[in-house]
T-cell receptor, first 111, second 112 residues
């Protein structure tokens, strides 16, 4: 119940395209859903986050879509750029107050 | 710079040895979390401290222990090291419940 399942494991997108990463969860106690971006040799950095009272949140080229009934959320990266190439982790946080992470998606943007 | 400082950045040690990883949280953050990241396991939660007290434990091995000191810095102690303990160890901190954490740059541990 504490798991967050993330897909795909890796993703290759052409420059200017849309990158989409999906996550699903089981625990309905989760009430905070952040996405982290990690570059090689660096720690994960908070990218964007959403709470279940909204269905979508947009920050620049990054959008989270949230489907509470399906217990799914996704990250969309519009106009993907080579600098977006990184590993992306979805996560969920709830009453236990510890972040549970998905397995990560290695995103490569081809120029 | 995230404000969370981890030392050392790299550590190479032999099997059976003991090491200590150090973390200074972001100023004002009372909670410290330790995570292990290996290639095939993603980010695995180890342990959480809040203002000096242990708050939550994940899949932390008995050979591993941690503590948070009065100045809020934290140390993760890994003993009787095995090859499989080679990983990136991240510390994160937060100042509010149910908000995202700020991660440090990690300590890369290599056990040979």
């Amino acid at each position: 119940q504490q798991q967050v399942k993330q897909s795909p494991q890796s993703l290759i997108v052409q420059k200017g395209g849309i990158s989409i990463i999906n996550c699903a969860y089981e625990n309905t106690a989760f009430d905070y859903f952040p996405w982290y971006q990690q570059f090689p040799g660096k720690g994960p950095a908070l990218l964007i986050a959403i709470r279940p009272d909204v269905s979508e949140k947009k920050e620049g080229r990054f959008t989270i879509s949230f489907n509470k009934s399906a217990k799914q959320f996704s990250l969309h990266i519009m106009d993907s750029q080579p600098g977006d190439s990184a590993t992306y982790f979805c996560a969920a946080l709830g009453g236990a107050q510890k972040l549970v992470f998905g397995q990560g998606t290695r995103l490569t943007i081809n120029p | 710079d995230s404000g969370v400082t981890q030392t050392p950045k790299h550590l190479i040690t032999a099997t059976g040895q003991r090491v200590t990883l150090r973390c200074s949280p972001r100023s004002g953050d009372l909670s410290v979390y330790w995570y292990q990241q290996s290639l095939d396991q993603g980010l695995q939660f180890l342990i959480q401290y809040y203002n000096g007290e242990e708050r939550a434990k994940g899949n932390i091995l008995e050979r591993f222990s941690a503590q948070q000191f009065p100045d809020l810095h934290s140390e993760l102690n890994l003993s009787s090291l095995e090859l499989g303990d080679s990983a990136l160890y991240f510390c994160a901190s937060s100042n509010q419940p149910n908000y995202g954490y700020t991660f440090g740059s990690g300590t890369r541990l290599t056990v040979v």
